[in-house]
């Protein structure tokens, strides 16, 4: 059985940051590209970022987040510096039984098999 669990969310300050955790059992993770979700409430699901051999990243975090795995621990980051109020959302971990991130990474969640059930990060200004 494949579980998917999010942690290390949290309330921080407009400009702290938080880091996000993803473990991932039940599969053979370095097989599995990465993403990392949020949806805010009232508004659609939107992807973060996406990592295989390479990385991906919404333009909205580029230079602020990045995303790293530890295929060793099985295990997906998400480091998330500069937080502003528009950060706020939960914030999902989605495996693709693929081995590398499409190009559509970002607007094609059924390419994702496995889903965790989210952590909440709210930054307050």
């Known amino acids: 059985q494949v579980q998917v669990v999010e942690s290390g969310g949290g309330l921080v300050q407009a400009g702290e940051s938080l880091k996000l955790s993803c473990t991932v059992s039940g599969l053979t993770f370095r097989d599995y590209a990465m993403g990392w979700f949020r949806q805010a409430p009232g508004k659609e699901r939107e992807g973060v970022s996406c990592i295989s051999s390479i990385t991906y990243y919404a333009d909205s975090v580029k230079g602020r987040f990045t995303i790293s795995r530890d295929n060793a621990k099985n295990t997906v980051y998400l480091q998330m510096n500069s937080l502003q109020p528009e950060d706020t959302a939960m914030y999902y971990c989605?495996?693709?039984?693929?081995?590398?991130?499409?190009?559509?990474?970002?607007?094609?969640?059924?390419?994702?098999?496995?889903w965790g059930q989210g952590t909440q990060v709210t930054v307050s200004s």
């Open positions: 989605a495996a693709r039984s693929k081995a590398y991130c499409s190009r559509s990474w970002n607007t094609d969640n059924n390419q994702y098999n496995y």
